[in-house]
């Protein structure tokens, strides 16, 4: 029988990792996510978790000593955030290079400068190019659920790319919620042990991993990344199903609230899809025609879920936590991308809200939403929005 | 009196085919360190080829590894520059949980163990993984064209140590990574040189053989970086230690009282000057219309070996 608990998100993280079974974690403490590896540290140090955990000395070498574990052919797990999360980026792209199938768990957080221990996603959101494979939480069920569902994928023979599965800093990482802890009976049937298919560090089968790619190569190699994220749409929505099978609950790429008949819908990821459901809510009351979507799936992007959304929208509004300086939030430029052949689209709006740890209140979407409702009317609005800018501290 | 040569093995890991350059010293190390490692395995696990390689980046790694080619018979991974004994450290904890005896050999070049990659380095020693550090020590940053290191010596020239009209080259005396590592408390540190191969072999069969981590710096002359012959490499290695510019010692468990040294003049004098062996490369070819130069280098060697518990002469 499963088991209901009350526990914060990186508990939560500590728990799907200890039900996955790796073989190998090697993490270093960062906050808002060092609850992680010291719950892990915990459960190896009761016996519960029969993993090797190295207490490394930095994140460089957490994710250095998980592409080597990896390598060597077993299941690896890491988390981190934000500085932590930048220290490793070089590793980033060597680990889905070399198609390891590592999963990490981060508590989303912002980047210095300045310093800030709060929640946005701009530590991710920065790391979208490097092949690694991104999914949002909105709550302490859906990280644990996440992470389970992002070994699933990642060691899918078609995909075999790293993974990463975010939940907001504090919003979750510290929050107690009451969260369904799958039987390990369960889990075990649903990822089964990992089998390395490529990577295996063997001397009876001397192979050479991470090789010097020259011209000739190294474009055909980064294509297989590609490819290999363009299967991980199928596969992730395959695992979904699996999933709900197994354990009840459904996830989708991008799911839906009161969407069907919305002139302005909402999209943003992670727990402030919880905010708009209750938003929207408030404001159908009022009678006025507007929806909520939330993006589960980052990369691979929700293409063909974006393309569905936006014919049901008159107002594309994105509500992000991140920035790319010089263009506008991240979200909306890849969602433009997704839209941009459409014969028919909305208006699409961005809002930058919620950076460092803001609050996004109910009075930040009321303006979401007058903005939305001027452009919907004709009236000409900008583009890019900061929501909830202190303008009288600039 | 003749030295009884240990047998080296006919094994091979490291095959003929890779790109180095004529007459590279750090080539000939990959050879002899997989050949002692494989010995070391045999006598331990009865299996010669239980060992896997975790190689930074570097000339040694990639001359070694341009795909679709490889020169290497052992399993072998690089991920980057500055992490070879991070991913030892993932290999080795892998291997721990699959069950699988053996040992892994992380190989990188100074620049690789002494600058970028020395934190890394002082983490896996000091979590005590089951690893042997190889660090061939060609004192620059090759790969990407000579520029100094902290481990080149005092008064070299490289690309990034120029002499010119305010300086004699590079100005700071080298950084012995042997001795940090000593300093870890590990079970076995030692230094050798390519002048001396059956020693070199002698020390990463000893190094492979002990339970925990285990640290070997081994000089490895660069023919485009020293500016010497190909012809040259073994003989200028083997010069650094009869002029006693390298001293070649192994400290165990960090017991820097206890030094066990090689090589070492009974009477502490050294017969070759280190003019002998800076003669011989171009990268010290400026030092010689820079007498005081000469005499500083030759002040800090004294002052190491003073530093290792010996008092020694120069001539
Ligand atoms: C993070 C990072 N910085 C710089 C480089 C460029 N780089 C590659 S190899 C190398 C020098 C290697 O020097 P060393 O470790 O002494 O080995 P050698 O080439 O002499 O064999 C440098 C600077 C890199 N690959 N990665
Ligand atoms: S540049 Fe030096 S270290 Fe590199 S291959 Fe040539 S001789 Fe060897």
Known sequence: ?394 | MAVRKPPITTREYWAPGHAACAGCGPAIVMRLATKAFSEAMEEKYGDPNAFAIAHATGCMEVVSGVFPYTSWKAPWIHVAFENAAAVASGVEAAWKKLGRKGKILAIGGDGGTADIGLQALSGMLERRHNVVYLMYDNEAYMNTGIQRSSSTPYGAWTTTSPPGKYSIGEDKPKKWVALIAAAHQIPYVATASIGDPYDFYRKMKKAASVDGPAFVQVLAPCVPGWRIPPEKTVEVAKLAIETGLWPLFEIENGDFHNIKFQRFPKDGKFKKPIEDYLRLQGRFKHLFKRPEAIQELKNQIKELWRILGKEVELP
């Open chain 1, 1 to 394: 029988m499963p088991m209901k608990k009350v526990m914060k998100g990186n508990e939560a993280a500590a728990w799907a990792a200890k039900l996955a079974k790796p073989k190998v974690v090697a993490a270093f403490p960062i906050t808002p996510s060092t609850l992680v590896p010291e719950k892990i540290s915990e459960f190896v140090a009761d016996g519960e978790m029969d993993a090797e955990f190295i207490k490394v000395e930095s994140e460089h070498s957490a994710i250095s000593a998980c592409v080597g574990a990896s390598a060597a052919g077993v299941r690896t797990f890491t988390a981190t955030a934000s500085q932590g999360l930048a220290l490793m980026h070089e590793v980033l792209f060597i680990a889905a290079g070399m198609r390891l199938p590592i999963v990490m768990a981060i508590g989303n957080r912002a980047l210095s400068a300045p310093i800030n221990i709060w929640n946005d996603w701009q530590d991710t959101i920065s790391e979208r190019d490097t092949g690694w494979m991104q999914f949002y939480a909105e709550n302490n069920q859906e990280a644990l659920d996440l992470i389970l569902i992002a070994f699933k994928v990642a060691e899918d023979e078609r995909v075999l790319l790293p993974a990463m599965v975010g939940f907001d800093a504090f919003i979750l990482t510290h929050t107690v919620e009451p969260v369904e802890i799958p039987d390990q009976e369960v889990v075990d049937e649903f990822l089964g042990e990992y089998v390395p298919k490529h990577a295996y560090l063997d001397p009876a089968r001397p192979i050479t991993q991470g090789a010097l790619g020259f011209p000739a190569h190294y474009m055909e190699a980064r294509y297989t990344v590609w490819e290999a994220m363009e299967n991980a749409r199928k596969v992730i929505k395959e695992v979904f199903d699996e999933f709900e099978k197994k354990f009840g609950r459904r996830y989708h790429m991008i799911e839906e609230y009161k969407t069907d008949d919305a002139e302005i819908i909402l999209l943003t990821m992670g727990s402030l899809a919880g905010t708009l459901k209750e938003f929207v809510d408030k404001k159908r009351e009022e009678g006025i025609k507007i929806g909520a979507a939330k993006m589960t799936v980052y990369r691979p992007f929700p293409i063909e879920e974006i393309r569905a959304l936006a014919k049901k929208a008159k107002v594309l509004a994105i509500l992000e936590k991140d920035i790319s300086f010089g263009i506008g939030g991240a979200v909306f430029a890849d969602t433009s991308r997704a839209l941009i052949n459409e014969k028919e689209k909305p208006i699409m709006l961005d809002f930058i809200l919620g950076l460092g740890g803001r609050d996004v209140t109910f009075e930040n979407l009321e303006e979401v939403v007058e903005i939305s409702k001027k452009a919907l009317e004709g009236e000409k609005v900008e583009e890019i929005n900061w929501i909830g800018l202190r303008k009288e501290i600039l």
